[in-house]
């Protein structure tokens, strides 16, 4: 097992670890504003099970940063030096899953604590709202289904970070991945919609959209950089050994 690739010497430069993430922090900042504009008006006077729909928000807020910021430290750190196959060797991907996918299952969680605590603050009547959130949550399902049917969950976890032989995989165009590349931040993420517009809450729905436009900002600024450069090296190393198919 390669503890670090020797194909991506560039991962373990310092200006390739921050690379585009001040970018990300002042899309962040943006983001936050914006969300928080949208939110405080409902925000105040709701809780639900004993805690404040504020602590909901910011809860919802927070994991969502700690996710992406260990995603973009775990990801890059592993390109560079192997960080976590040097921890837990075969185990890597599944103490990176242990981490990554109760974050993951976060997301909806929070926000629908906060569409209980916020219930029924948007003004949208409910014969719009909860048929457009039943809309959204179609291709949300479907999505899932397709990333466990045709990509699989180990590949979504970043697999291509951690094995460079699910570099060589194909493209999958199957299932949700036929109308999108990227149908995990395209559709998926629609789940977080429909769970804020059938419980009609304003503040659920602007932190679902703060999370949505959130993960396309961690997209661009690590996850984008990162397939350019292992998928560059990846087409270096074939066309050097000949294979140009």
Request: hydrophobic share 55%.
């Amino acid at each position: 097992m390669n503890i670090a690739d020797p194909s991506l010497p560039q991962a373990r430069r310092a200006n390739y670890f921050f690379r585009r993430q001040a970018l990300h922090l002042v899309l962040f900042i943006i983001l936050l504003g914006l969300s928080w504009v949208f939110a405080v008006p409902v925000l105040g006077d709701g809780s639900w099970l004993g805690i404040a729909d504020r602590s909901w928000y910011a809860w919802g807020i927070g994991l969502a940063v700690l996710q992406q910021i260990l995603v973009w430290v775990v990801w890059r750190t592993q390109l560079g030096w192997g960080l976590l196959t040097r921890l837990a060797g075969k185990y890597d991907l599944v103490l990176w899953g242990s981490v990554f996918l109760p974050l993951l299952l976060a997301r909806p969680i929070f926000i629908a604590g906060l569409a209980m605590a916020d219930r029924n603050s948007l003004s949208v009547p409910a014969s719009l709202s909860t048929p457009l959130g039943l809309i959204l949550l179609i291709p949300a399902l479907y999505t899932l289904w397709s990333v466990e049917r045709f990509f699989g969950f180990t590949r979504a976890l970043g697999a291509d970070h951690f094995r460079p032989s699910v570099r060589t995989l194909p493209m999958v165009r199957q299932g949700a991945f036929r109308w999108s590349g990227n149908a995990m931040y395209s559709f998926a993420f629609l789940g977080l919609w429909s769970i804020a517009l059938l419980l009609r809450s304003q503040a659920a729905l602007s932190l679902a959209l703060f999370q949505h436009a959130y993960v396309w900002v961690h997209f661009y600024c690590t996850e984008a950089p990162d397939l350019d450069l292992i998928y560059a090296a990846g087409e270096k190393i074939s066309i050097a050994s000949g294979n140009r198919s």
